[in-house]
């Protein structure tokens, strides 16, 4: 067995792990926070870490009402011209916490007056040594692609939206997605699905709201381990010209959740069909499941706002195989390592 596939596995008991350790953490750095002038979130980060920020964006912005900016380092670095970043919280989301640029954004943020918060999985790094407050993810991944520093990081951002508010039974609702995760792992040990698939062809991953990050990660993930070129959109997006590349060469993957943006994702699939595309769908709705070549079900009472922990895993599980079928080596993607240091 492959490191990636015992990463994927090893992430519902990660995810479990982090909250143990970490949702006190959480609750006193929100404490804090709720008492300082933040107007606004700016988050610093690259690779599946930028799609955690994405879904930061998501889960700040509904259930926090707060405006989230993803943060554009070369401002900082190769252009020295930072933005004003008053009234902001700036996060850095790193697993090596060792990324240049990411660091300039929070050094920068400390120099203006702002509070920081780090979440990374090495609290010893850079990142974690300049920022006020850390959230330390408590894993360490061999293989390179990222799986448990993705969802504990998901998980991060969860805690720090529920420290932040009122939000009822938040944490109770986030200390029962690990046993949900656990669920799609274990479906995945008998599914034998993907073998039907083919990493030829134009690949799409489309989703919207909560999973929007999501469906990055996934296309990430595709391309990294499967070396599948692939584009991911949101559903409002994909209609706004990508649709019309969609032919019997195309594969589209759709993660579609139940909520509120659901029934959009799901109008989708007549147009897909009468375009002969290949559909693989990740949802916990059996319509849509029904509809696809391939289909991931979810297990349901998982709230829409923690599906990104959950929904994530059989894009992973679908990279992986798709790698093994082509022969390719899931735990050294070319050309890629651990660490990748950007300016």
């Not at 020295?80 to 916490?97: E, K």
């Not at 990294?224 to 949101?234: F, G, L, N, T």
Request: glycine share 8%; with cysteine.
């Amino acid at each position: 067995m492959t490191r990636f596939d015992v990463e994927i596995r090893s992430q519902p008991e990660a995810v479990a792990r982090f909250l143990d350790r970490q949702a006190d953490v959480a609750e006193a750095v929100g404490s804090e926070l709720r008492g300082a002038a933040i107007d606004w979130v700016m988050i610093a980060a690259r690779g599946s870490s930028d799609n955690a920020a994405r879904y930061g964006q998501y889960v700040l912005g509904i259930r926090n009402r707060l405006p989230v900016a993803l943060a554009t380092p070369s401002l900082f670095t190769v252009y020295q011209s930072p933005p004003r970043l008053a009234g902001a919280l700036v996060i850095g989301i790193s697993q090596s916490g060792a990324s240049p640029d990411v660091v300039a954004v929070i050094e920068e943020a400390c120099r203006q007056g702002c509070r920081t918060l780090a979440i990374t999985a090495d609290t010893t790094s850079p990142l974690a040594r300049c920022a006020d407050y850390t959230l330390d993810l408590g894993v360490t991944e061999k293989a390179i692609a990222a799986t448990m520093t993705y969802t504990t990081s998901l998980a991060a951002m969860a805690l720090l939206s529920t420290s932040l508010g009122e939000h009822g039974d938040g944490l109770g609702q986030i200390g029962a997605v690990p046993k949900a995760m656990q669920r799609v792992v274990e479906q995945a040990e008998s599914d034998t699905g993907p073998d039907s698939l083919h990493a030829a062809g134009d690949w799409t991953v489309v989703a919207r709201g909560y999973n929007y990050g999501t469906a990055f990660e996934t296309a990430l993930k595709l391309t990294e381990v499967a070396r599948i070129a692939v584009e991911p959109y949101s559903t409002a997006d994909f209609r706004h010209g990508p649709i019309a590349g969609i032919d019997e060469e195309s594969t589209v993957v759709l993660i579609a959740p139940k909520g509120p943006v659901m029934a959009g994702t799901a109008d989708l699939i007549p147009e897909l069909a009468q375009r002969h595309a290949s559909l693989v769908a990740i949802s916990d709705d059996n319509d849509i499941l029904h509809a696809a070549r391939w289909a991931s079900p979810l297990p349901g009472g998982v709230p829409e706002w923690l599906s990104p922990l959950v929904a994530v895993i059989p894009g992973q599980i679908l990279a992986l195989r798709l790698a093994e079928a082509q022969g390719l080596d899931p735990d050294h993607p070319r050309g890629l390592r651990k660490v990748t240091e950007t300016y």
